[in-house]
């Protein structure tokens, strides 16, 4: 995230030395050269872990891919969610190592206690994958909540992943998470910086202002 | 362009001006304009519009653009009886161009009432209400000069209940959008009237700036082309091509300094390796928002003012007015876009001025439509409100549908409204809790007057009838509460006649140090309906030209 940050830092730097007009007529090239420079971060985009071993990052691809589930759409798997957080511990989220280090196998100590013979949560069916989540939730169904023997400092975690994981889905594919834009696919939301009216279903008809009055002003009459 | 000005801290300039926001940006080009030599300090960063990104993680969650709650601490309290915790209490933009750069650009004008409201409807119990020393008509010329010189989208006429202008708005609205013609036409079946947002955004290019290219991140991020008229984008460029003025960014003022005579000198500040430095000045001007001027006063004790500088009324700092109004959420069936475009485009101010014999409270305020939640904000729920209905599981096949179907369809719909002055509500120093500096942290002591939260629930039953004038097939409303986080900063150094019930005269001018000057929200009498960035440049332009005028006839 830092990287691609001071990428675009310094790709736009050399503008404002520029005058402002020059900048303002010049905005389209801009923009695309800002979108240029994403994506050439985004192609060196993580392949190597800085946080997590391979066997930590499986675990929290499968965690995550709870969270946000494939299924006909992309889910937090495809959005490359475990590389954002990857990134993120080492960089603007280290104050959470802690959390992901104690919580980890503190959830792990759950699915062992919960399944046995089973000591990664990778390991465990979807259904088993959910019934271990959801062992964190405040209340379950019946308004009463197993006790644990193992530790609630994995409910902490979860919480941390659970927003870290909707980050990576959602932020802006330039900011190192939410690859190939699919969190904002799946949302509906265009990969643009500029849009244009009409931009939905209600405005596309509507008649401009002085028009709207009237018409507005006549259906009233007619009632 | 030549190379900005630079002095030195033993340069005696003529004014020293703390802040470089929404007022600061104006004193800064108005008073070097005028032929003065000014350095502004700015607590925060020199960002430009190349540095300003969609990052949601950076801007929202790390406060690349605000206030740090790790590094400046808050307390808050109910009342004074209480035991003030930590907890992030506000919020205020910490970079040139101060929170002009990352509000909303909402961008409203008082009305009348807002000046005279204490004649009109009488003594409220337990608020001091007061009124202003300046009126509307003497304000609107500068209400104007803001409009035109910073750029500002709107319709005059527009609004039967608009207060009178001089000149119209100098460009046409903004693009209308899909929520912006649902509430529209809702509120038109009602036979209220809705009408364009004026906003604080370009929609006709500018020498340098180019026109809104409706991105959809305006509130809380800044603009990456220059359409948002912030202080940054406009005056703060212009104050330096003046070859008068220096902008002097990560100075942390922490001590305005008075001399034996009780005249100030200059401004004590830190530079970003934490040394002091003390920029010597002929009169200085504080505009570093209703949080921070009344703690800098407070800051700045000696032996003729122990209590805090220019506080001989004991009142810095209190009467703090931050503005309520609880809003609601609608999902539609078809896709709005709303995350398109600026966040507003409609609003209505039928509710402005309400008769407190008939609603049995005083206070008043307006609605809007709008949709200002970026993506993970949205998906967040117990973050803020979020933007997904309550009940919505927090994970899983479920919450990832309801997140998929609702993103483009949902609307928020947000009333804007008055707080009355209450003596208790306040911006103090934490006895307990330093900043990073080791200087003593804000503590916010805040309980809404009993009439704020009567005109909440006005507004929310508004706001819910409004919605059932749509075809929302799903929609839901937050509760009226006390509040216990700022966005505005009101009224905590406020103006008026009498050096007993205020701290500042009409000129801006503390009644204690007569060249020591305040201009900011802190300044203001009364609340408005919500909206107070313009009121706060309009009267940034004003200060300007009372301090020059008292400064040429040699009276400073």
Redesign the interface.
Known sequence: ?NES?SR??FL??G??GL???W??AH?PALLAAATHAHQAAKSAAPVKLGFFTSDEAKEIDAIAS????T?D?P?AHEAGVVYFVDR?LTT?SVDDQKTYREGLPALQARVAEMFQGKSKFSELTPEQQ?EV?HSFDEQNAQGRQRRFRTSAGAQNFFETL??H???G????P??GGNRDAA??K?????RE?????P?????KD?PG?EV??KA?ANE?EKK | MPEPIRYKTSDEVDFVVIGSGAAGGVLAKELSTNGFRVVVLEQGPYLTEADFTHNEVEVLQRNQLTNRPSLQPTTFRKTPHDKARRQPALVYGRMVGGSSVHFTANYWRFHEIDFIERSKVGPVPGAALADWPITYADLEPYYTKAEWELGVSGLAGASPFDPPRSKPYPMPPLPVKSGGVIFERAARKLDWHPFPAPMAILSQPRPGRSVCVQCGFCESFGCEVGAKSSTLATVIRMAEKTGRCEIRPNCYVHRVEINANGRVIGAAYFDAKSVTHIQKAKAVVVCANGAETPRLLLLSTNRQFPDGLANSSGLVGKYLMMNSGPSAMALFEHPLNDYKGVAVSRILHDFYELDPQKVGFCGGGGLDARFDMTPISFATTGYDMGGLPPGTPKWGKEFKATLAHNYTRSLEFVSHGTSLPVENNSFSLDPNVNDAWGLPALRMTYKDHPDDLKLGAFLRARILELLDATDAVQKWASPVEEQEFAYHLLGTCRMGNDPKSSVINADHRTHDVKNLFLCDGSSLVTSGRGQPTLTISALAYRAADRITALAQKGEI
């Open positions: 995230m940050l675009r830092r736009s730097r503008v404002t005058s402002a007009a900048a303002s905005w709870r969270i946000i589930p299924d759409t889910g993120g603007f959910d989540l659970r927003q994981t909707i980050a889905f959602l932020i802006d330039d900011y969190g904002w799946v949302i509906g939301r265009e910086h500029m849009f244009q009216p931009f939905g279903y209600y405005d509507y202002w709207a009055i507005d009233a």
